[in-house]
């Protein structure tokens, strides 16, 4: 067989093989899946960015707005009349349920006294100052002169619970009996003088106001620090 027919007649055999072999499928191009949107989810987180912001707004402004408040400028022994350097105002954030006493009746509380001690920067309260006489009815301030021996070495501040107990005479027996004993609250402690002597006003009941004063003049006495009443 000629070369050209040789050739021709392969061509046609391949081009018949090619007739004869399966198409292969092509894959089907995937028709987009269209997600269903859901409105009760889409109005909830609406309502959560809202409800964010609205609290976001409150606490700010909660932070922001502050009062002017009366605060004691000094340390205040009970019983004390107040006076102009006892207190002072100052701008605060007042949290719910604190009573305060408002900057602008600073002016009244001048003369009154403080019903119990008052710490400088403490935020003074309606019932912390009265105008009732002081000492009350039933009661009376002594004053008691100590010295080193005598009290102790330990801050004794106005508002604390002591007793004054009568002691003997340096060098003599102990007392066969109970000593004297005096129960008290420190109203103020005068600075010590140059000899170390020391002034304490004591309120006690006015049954006990002459024995202690007898007492004190004394000289022979010790004030003991004991704990406060539950």
Known sequence: MPLLDKIKKKADDSAATEQEQPAIPTA???????????PAFIALGVALIIVCALGALWLVDRLSTTTQ???AAADVPEGQRLTAEDLTTTDVTVPSGVATVPGSDLDTLIGQRAVGPLEEGTLLAP???SGEQ????GTAVVGVRVSTGQIPTND?????PIQIIGTPREGDDPPSGDAPVITGTVQAISSPTTDGVVVVDVLVSTDQSATLAALSATGRISVVLVPEEE
């Open 28 to 38: 089907a191009t995937a028709a987009p899946i269209r997600q269903r949107r859901r």
């Open 69 to 71: 408040v009366v605060v």
């Open 127 to 129: 019932g912390d100052v």
């Open 134 to 137: 002081f000492p009350a009815s």
């Open 156 to 160: 004794v501040d106005p508002g604390d």
